[in-house]
């Protein structure tokens, strides 16, 4: 079983930054790869950026390509999400998955969730 709860969540104006973290429970941490979701009102959540067991492979949206960065730290059990360049429709609820997706795109191919942390950007 794993634990997850996300932090780092706020306001932010427009061309602002925030850096998200997830924070994992357990010691088999290093045997998932990790996700960051997210879920705007009235939309189906979505992808946004994933990151295998040893931060060699990553994978993000296109939507959020050269401003978004994953990253983890396995020695903290964390999964970081650097967000540059915010925009208005970046703002949603962020969500942090970990698992061993048959499809990284795919939320149902996750096992865990955490509760979630908003973003909330002004224009």
């Known amino acids: 079983q794993v634990q997850l709860v996300e932090s780092g969540g706020g306001l932010v104006q427009t061309g602002g930054s925030l850096r998200l973290s997830c924070a994992a429970s357990?010691?088999?941490?290093?045997?998932?790869?990790m996700g960051w979701f997210r879920q705007a009102p009235g939309k189906e959540r979505e992808f946004v950026a994933a990151?295998?067991?040893?931060?060699?492979?990553?994978n993000v949206a296109e939507s959020v390509k050269g401003r978004f960065t994953i990253s983890r730290d396995n020695a903290k059990n964390t999964v970081y999400l650097q967000m540059n360049n915010l925009k208005p429709e970046d703002m949603a609820i962020y969500y942090c998955a970990a698992g061993r997706p048959y499809n990284i795109y795919n939320t149902r191919s996750y096992d865990y969730w955490g509760q979630g942390t908003q973003v909330t950007v002004s224009s």
């Open positions: 357990g010691r088999t941490f290093t045997m998932y790869t």
């Open positions: 990151i295998n067991w040893n931060g060699v492979n990553t």
